[in-house]
T-cell receptor
């Protein structure tokens, strides 16, 4: 079974600075999808960024980028120019490319990000 | 991604009663929906996969008789917490797979059983 590990329960960053959240995963599959979700205090889950494993190029969405190391099974999220609105719980998630019931998401335990002035 | 509506956002019920939570996919026909439970400051735990027109698939350890799931149409899945007890108090979230292999989540339901 796939597992997702986030080793940083909490992180803190100053406004305008850069922070990196770590995520590792374990799988025997060669093709899959990886996601970072943000959960602010409203508890609405918001997709931050996604990466297809077959793509070597790291995904980027504005201030958010990932460092995808397939061989190391690592998928870290970098947040640049941090803003107060970035404060939230961040979850790393994995899904197989198989369809059907196997398409469920496996979540990590989350990293709570604080943004300070 | 899909547009997902989850209702109600908050519900308080008495112990022993049943509560129904609805998850609607407003712009996407979803043959599969997922139901999660989240405890405070914890991750999302998958409870079950809701399958349109057939029985739900429950994760190990989830009581199917307590958490009834019905997916009668391509746009609606319901989760009914039967004979609720205080330990069932939690945050319940549904999600819908979208066309791009991603997922859209409902806004969640905070259930409090008193």
């Amino acid at each position: 079974a796939q597992t997702v590990t986030q080793s940083q329960p909490e992180m803190s960053v100053q406004e305008a600075e850069t922070v990196t959240l770590s995520c590792t995963y374990d799988t025997s599959e060669s093709d899959y999808y990886l996601f970072w979700y943000k959960q602010p205090p409203s508890r609405q889950m918001i997709l931050v960024i996604r990466q297809e494993a077959y793509k070597q190029q790291n995904a980027t969405e504005n201030r958010f980028s990932v460092n995808f190391q397939k061989a190391a099974k690592s998928f870290s999220l970098k947040i640049s120019d941090s803003q107060l609105g970035d404060a939230a719980m961040y979850f790393c998630a994995y899904r197989t490319t198989n369809t059907g019931t196997a398409s469920k998401l496996t979540f990590g335990t989350g990293t709570r990000l604080q943004v300070t002035l | 991604g899909a547009v997902v509506s989850q209702h109600p956002s908050r519900v308080i019920c008495k112990s022993g009663t049943s509560v129904k939570i609805e998850c609607r996919s407003l712009d996407f026909q979803a043959t599969t929906m997922f139901w999660y439970r989240q405890f405070p400051k914890k991750s999302l735990m998958l409870m079950a996969t809701s399958n349109e027109g057939s029985k739900a698939t429950y994760e190990q350890g989830v009581e199917k008789d307590k958490f009834l799931i019905n997916h009668a149409s391509l746009t609606l899945s319901t989760l009914t917490v039967t004979s609720a007890h205080p330990e069932d108090s939690s945050f319940y979230i549904c999600s819908v797979p979208d066309r791009a292999y991603g997922y859209t989540f409902g806004s969640g339901t905070r259930l409090t059983v008193v």
